[in-house]
């Protein structure tokens, strides 16, 4: 670090090998400055008069009062004592011992300052304020350490053999390096509601340089994407993709090798009938680094929505989550016979094209016509309903219920719109409510 004669500060990153190196103080911003060294392997000893945290209990420390003698012969001195006198003497003393000096927190008494340090493995991103903030640079280096790969140690070995060996143009280098360090966030944004985000989701909304969204990502949460970050419909509903799985596939690879942070916008939570098998595979294929963010599934939003509890005791021991819809549309039909299980209940994803089947295939399995169901459509969306009937119901009520929806079969669904301590018949006689929340309910199980 070096001052210019405007007294302006300047950042110049100078490789550091091992300096004899002595830190004053064994308190609390003394453990902080030697964790930065541990972390870098930079050895160290310890001089205080008394040691006041607990990561200094292991550790040689020679406990005595600040000594001006004893500095001599050490290459580097880091000042943590918080002692304005400690620090003048030790300004007066470099000159003559010839040590590099920081004096934390006091920017105009380092000849050099802490960075927050990013390691992977050889590569190292060092974030400096120049004093003036560490936690706005930890804050940065958080950031950083977020949107790069886990580990860099291949991709090195690989530039440092085509650099050597090789003899690689830079234009080549380059490539190489931009291709590694791309990376893929598969992320779960629920079924439509902002509330339902993340944490995690909207943290790498903040690093996204693209974005690949589906059909189920509502506006509200597009809007929270960064105004740099690109934007790409890969919507895919049922008769019409805007791009097919082998082109999102391949986009997610193309992006990620420009050494971008890319997105992929999924509803519902991506584990649930999302297709996150085959993305991670193309990408651990091709050797790019990406993270799986979970979201709300639609599934678990629905059921509240509708005031279903698909576990309640002594009504439904047990939920299943299946899908109707299969590749090239399909139907699926495979999941009926659960519900002559006891106590059970079934949510069935992308079964509304599908209802008149999912009827037909329910009562060949002797299941009961008057068993209750419920559509629940724009969940956690502006015109969320729920379309309330049985299973012989089903093509009627899919013809109500406003696209997309859910469907919930099993008498939990009769519980929570329970009116008479019948609730199959009471439900039989209410089908086809529209309803925009569940009515109250006089009698109630134990749960």
């Known amino acids: 670090m070096a001052r210019t004669h405007h007294q302006s500060l300047a950042c110049l990153s100078v490789a550091l090998t091992p300096k004899k190196t002595l830190l004053i103080g064994a308190g609390k911003i003394a453990a902080q400055k030697a964790r930065a060294m541990d972390k870098v392997g930079f050895a160290y000893e310890v001089m205080a008069q008394e040691i006041c945290d607990a990561f200094f209990a292991d550790k040689p420390v020679v406990v005595m009062p600040f000594d001006p003698l004893h500095v001599k012969g050490f290459e580097v001195v880091i000042d943590a004592t918080g002692n304005p006198e400690v620090a003048k003497e030790l300004v007066a003393l470099k000159q003559a011992h010839g040590f590099l000096l920081n004096v934390v927190d006091v920017p105009p008494l380092c ?35 977020r949107l790069l790969p886990r580990t860099l140690d291949p991709l090195l070995e690989r530039l440092k053999h085509a650099r050597s060996v090789e003899n690689a143009p830079p234009q080549t280098l380059r490539a190489i390096a931009k291709s590694g360090v791309g990376k893929v966030f598969l992320i779960g944004c629920g079924p439509g509601s902002v509330d339902n985000l993340t944490v995690g989701a909207l943290r790498a909304f903040g690093l996204l340089d693209v974005a690949l969204i ?26 019409f993709h805007t791009k097919t799985q082998e082109e999102i596939n391949a986009m997610l690879v193309a992006y990620a090798k420009e050494g971008l942070c890319v997105g ?51 009504v439904s021991t047990g939920m299943t989550i299946v899908s109707a819809h299969l590749r090239e549309s399909r139907f699926n039909d495979d999941w009926v016979e659960i519900l002559n299980k006891p106590a059970h209940t079934v949510v069935v994803l992308m079964a509304q094209s599908f209802a008149s089947q999912i009827k037909a295939s329910l009562l060949r399995a002797g299941i009961s016509p008057v068993l209750p169901a419920l559509f629940v459509s724009n969940i956690d969306r502006e015109g969320e309903c729920v379309i309330a009937g049985c299973v012989e119901d089903l093509d009627k009520m899919s013809a109500l219920a406003p696209r997309p929806a859910v469907l919930i079969l099993g008498e939990s669904v009769g519980d929570a719109y329970r009116m008479t301590d019948d609730p199959l018949r009471s439900f039989a006689h209410s089908r086809f409510a529209i309803l925009g929340k569940p009515p109250r309910v006089l009698g109630q199980h134990s749960s």
């Open 264 to 314: 992929r916008l999924k509803g519902g939570d991506p584990f649930i009938f999302g297709r996150l098998h085959e993305e991670k595979a193309v990408l651990a294929e091709e050797g790019i680094a990406y993270e799986v963010i979970n979201g709300v599934s639609s599934a678990l939003a629905a059921c509240n929505a509708a005031g279903v509890v698909p576990t309640l005791r002594r």
């Open 214 to 239: 589906d059909a189920l990502v509502s506006p509200e949460i597009e809007a929270l994407l960064p105004l740099a970050c690109k934007k790409v419909d890969v919507s895919k509903q049922k008769g």
């Open 111 to 145: 000849d050099f300052y802490f960075s927050a340090l990013c390691v992977r493995g050889a590569l190292q991103v060092a974030v400096s304020s120049t004093g003036a903030s560490p936690s706005l640079a930890q804050e940065v280096r958080d950031k950083v350490e």
